[in-house]
């Protein structure tokens, strides 16, 4: 089974800090994503990337960036994190191809808690 | 951007009856997909729809992809302890070349023994 690992799983952090969220996949899996999840409101997509040194916007991609150096692994940048970016992230993978159905296979997430 | 409403966004029930919950959009969607989170866990695929007016099928859980592809129900029945978590539905788009989902707000379940 493929396997989607994110470093953390509880984090705490003061407001103002350079925040990194790693995730891992080990699949070969082309497309990563990152999605916050709070209550209400659902998963929520931050930024993907379909490539190595690719990346697109989400939904929601202000205060956050991304990097993509190698292929397994997907970091999440919060460049001063503030209160507001306290939430769930979950970083999800799947493979290329245009025929659909395929979903996603999450990480357990990380609880990001900003002080 | 597309949207799904999820509804009801929680509900309280005894163990053993049936469940049902629905996701609904203005946009138009080519796969309809059904997860569930357990506490402490990432979402998990339940079922995955392909086909407009499709029912599925898995266990106790059945889900349709409505023919107008803009909506989906899931139903549990006989709901067990182990079904409690957070239900979410999911609609498949493809924007250059990534497929991505946009997922309603999540159902929440809790079971009363």
């Known amino acids: 089974d493929v396997k989607v690992t994110q470093s953390s799983r509880y984090l705490v952090k003061r407001t103002g800090e350079k925040v990194f969220l790693e995730c891992v996949q080990d699949?070969?899996?082309?497309?990563m994503f990152w999605y916050r999840q709070d209550p209400g409101l659902g998963l929520r997509l931050i930024y993907f990337?379909?490539?190595?040194?690719?990346?697109e916007k989400g939904d929601i991609p202000e205060g956050y960036s991304v990097s993509r150096e190698k292929k397994e692994r997907f970091s999440l940048i919060l460049e001063s994190a503030s209160t507001n970016q306290t939430s769930m992230y979950l970083c999800?993978?799947?493979?290329?191809?245009?025929?659909?159905?395929?979903?996603?296979?999450f990480g357990s997430g990380t609880r990001l808690t900003v002080v | 951007g597309q949207q799904l409403n999820q509804s009801p966004q929680s509900m309280f029930i005894q163990e053993g009856e049936d469940v049902s919950m629905n996701c609904t959009s203005s946009?138009?969607?080519?796969?309809w997909l059904w997860y569930k989170q357990d506490p402490g866990e990432g979402p998990v695929l339940l079922i995955a729809?392909?086909?407009?007016?499709e029912l599925t099928s898995n266990g106790r859980l059945t889900a349709q992809f409505g023919i107008t592809r803009k909506d989906s129900f899931l139903n549990i029945s006989a709901s067990i302890p182990s079904d409690v978590g957070i239900y979410f539905c999911?609609?498949?788009?493809?924007?250059?070349?990534?497929?991505?989902?946009?997922f309603g707000q999540g159902t929440r379940l809790t079971i009363n023994p």
């Open positions: 999800a993978s799947t493979r290329q191809g245009h025929w659909l159905g395929y979903g996603y296979t």
């Open positions: 699949m070969d899996h082309e497309n």
């Open positions: 990337s379909y490539d190595v040194k690719m990346k």
């Open positions: 946009s138009i969607f080519n796969t």
């Open positions: 729809l392909y086909k407009a007016g």
């Open positions: 999911a609609g498949q788009v493809i924007i250059q070349g990534a497929q991505k989902l946009v």
